[in-house]
């Protein structure tokens, strides 16, 4: 990629990631209410992808053979206790990672 190519391209991101965090600002301005269907979307779409995402990541999990899907299960509950426990989103992703990485590595 030539030097100019590279410029563009750079430019471009640089757009649509400004583009897409200024545009709702733009868009909703704080003079008059938020949509009530922007607001569900709010509070629907972040448990949505949540549950998307653990969906993807057990896909490929085979009971049947290997560990039986043994460091995926202990790090969902490990997940699971921590976000009971602590009630923050990032500490339970964090310590449900940390713990599968560990055991994926380390243990089986």
Not at 25 to 32: I, N, W
Not at 52 to 61: F, H, Q, R, T
Not at 74 to 97: C, D, E, N, P, Y
Request: charge should be positive.
């Amino acid at each position: 990629m030539t030097l100019s190519q590279q410029v563009i391209t750079i430019a471009l991101c640089v757009f649509g990631t400004m583009t897409t965090r200024f545009l709702p600002f733009l868009v909703f301005s704080g003079k008059k209410p938020t949509p009530q269907y922007i607001q569900y979307l709010g509070s629907a779409l972040p448990c949505a992808i949540f549950g998307m995402l653990v969906v993807y990541c057990l896909k490929n999990v085979s009971i049947l053979t290997g560990n039986h899907g043994l460091p995926e299960l202990i790090a969902i509950l490990v997940t699971t206790g921590l976000h009971f426990w602590k009630r923050q989103m990032l500490l339970s992703i964090a310590g449900g990672t940390i713990c599968y990485m560990l055991l994926a590595q380390f243990v089986f």
